[in-house]
Structures are given as structure tokens and as C-alpha cells.
């Protein structure tokens, strides 16, 4: 298992397949306790001269509280054959089991945060804005009826890119 590191300019890929399709993983935390979960929302671009992703957590999620708690967290994408481990990530909580060893993800400690070793490209992320998203700033009022029944509005979070890193 080894990432060669590579700048995010130089990254060819396409974020509407990577995040919406194939999922990524939101991790955070360290070698004494992190958390992680499947995320299909979230974007990539550049937002005060820096380049940046966006990631979007419930306040139920268990690894929201990492995220909050950690300057960094991390954005990991896999191979198609992680589906299934991916899901799983998504579907159970970390406050009730080792979800990670559950979906046989191995943890690679990297940047003073968390990955995966199944891992084929991380981007180690440092938290610059964050906010939530209140029903009242919904221009499309459909998305809340349809989005958020019980009411549990994400957390917006802008985050600079720090590294990037690709398996080798």
C-alpha cells in the first residue's frame, strides 16, 4: 500500500461520479479514536483563492462530532468493488460497533488524521467555514419537505485541500 502524493491541480477526475455515484467516505480523528461515514453530497472547486471541497454531515451523524472536534478530516474514494463496504459505512453507526473493521477497511494514519489503505485517492482536508442550513435560507422550499422531514438540517462545511494523495 503506498499514495504518491500529487497537487489537486493535477487531479483528473469527475466529482459528479465520484461523490453522487460512487460515494466517498468522511473521516476524523486519529490513532486514539476516529469515525467514519459514507457521504453522497459534497463538491470540489476553489473558494477564497484556495482549493477546496464542501462536505455536508446531519447533526445525528456520530462522525460530525470528529469532524467538529479535528481542524482536518478526510475524503476517501475506492475502487468499485468497495461498494458494499461503502454502504455499510453509511447504514450503521460507530457509536455501536467498529464499522470500519466491519466493512474490512484497514485505518491509514496520514497528516495527523484518518483514511483507508482501500483506499485509491484521499484528499486530507483542513476546515476553513462551516454552517448550518436552516429551512428559512431555502430558496427551493420543496427540498425541505422532501429533504428533511424530521427536520435534521446538515452542516455545511468548506474545507481547504491540504494533500492529495493517489495509490501508487
Same mark, same amino acid.
Given at each position: 500500500?503506498?499514495?504518491?502524493?500529487?497537487?489537486?491541480?493535477?487531479?483528473?477526475?469527475?466529482?459528479?461520479?465520484?461523490?453522487?455515484?460512487?460515494?466517498?467516505?468522511?473521516?476524523?480523528?486519529?490513532?486514539?479514536? #476516529?469515525?467514519?461515514?459514507?457521504?453522497?453530497?459534497?463538491?470540489?472547486?476553489?473558494?477564497?483563492?484556495?482549493?477546496?471541497?464542501?462536505? #455536508?454531515?446531519?447533526?445525528?451523524? #456520530?462522525?460530525?462530532?470528529?469532524?467538529?472536534?479535528?481542524?482536518?478530516?478526510?475524503?476517501?474514494?475506492?475502487?468499485?468493488?468497495?461498494?458494499?463496504?461503502?454502504?455499510?459505512?453509511?447504514?450503521?453507526?460507530?457509536?455501536?460497533?467498529?464499522?470500519?473493521?466491519?466493512?474490512?477497511?484497514?485505518?491509514?494514519?496520514?497528516?495527523?488524521?484518518?483514511?483507508?489503505?482501500?483506499?485509491?485517492?484521499?484528499?486530507?482536508?483542513?476546515?476553513?467555514?462551516?454552517?448550518?442550513?436552516?429551512?428559512?435560507?431555502?430558496?427551493?422550499?420543496?427540498?425541505?419537505?422532501?429533504?428533511?422531514?424530521?427536520?435534521? #438540517?446538515?452542516?455545511?462545511?468548506?474545507?481547504?485541500?491540504?494533500?492529495?494523495?493517489?495509490?501508487?
Amino acid at each position: 500500500m503506498n499514495f504518491k502524493e500529487i497537487k489537486p491541480e493535477e487531479l483528473n477526475f469527475n466529482p459528479f461520479t465520484k461523490i453522487g455515484s460512487d460515494w466517498m467516505l468522511i473521516t476524523a480523528g486519529n490513532e486514539d479514536g #476516529y469515525n467514519t461515514m459514507t457521504a453522497s453530497w459534497g463538491g470540489t472547486g476553489v473558494f477564497w483563492g484556495k482549493n477546496v471541497v464542501t462536505a #455536508y454531515i446531519r447533526p445525528q451523524r #456520530y462522525t460530525k462530532e470528529f469532524v467538529d472536534a479535528n481542524d482536518v478530516f478526510t475524503l476517501s474514494f475506492f475502487p468499485p468493488e468497495y461498494k458494499q463496504a461503502l454502504n455499510l459505512c453509511g447504514t450503521v453507526s460507530g457509536r455501536d460497533c467498529d464499522k470500519a473493521a466491519q466493512a474490512g477497511l484497514t485505518p491509514y494514519y496520514v497528516d495527523g488524521t484518518t483514511s483507508f489503505t482501500q483506499a485509491d485517492m484521499i484528499f486530507v482536508c483542513k476546515k476553513i467555514y462551516k454552517d448550518e442550513m436552516p429551512a428559512e435560507n431555502f430558496i427551493a422550499k420543496e427540498n425541505d419537505e422532501k429533504w428533511y422531514p424530521n427536520k435534521d #438540517y446538515h452542516t455545511m462545511y468548506i474545507a481547504e485541500i491540504l494533500n492529495v494523495y493517489l495509490k501508487d
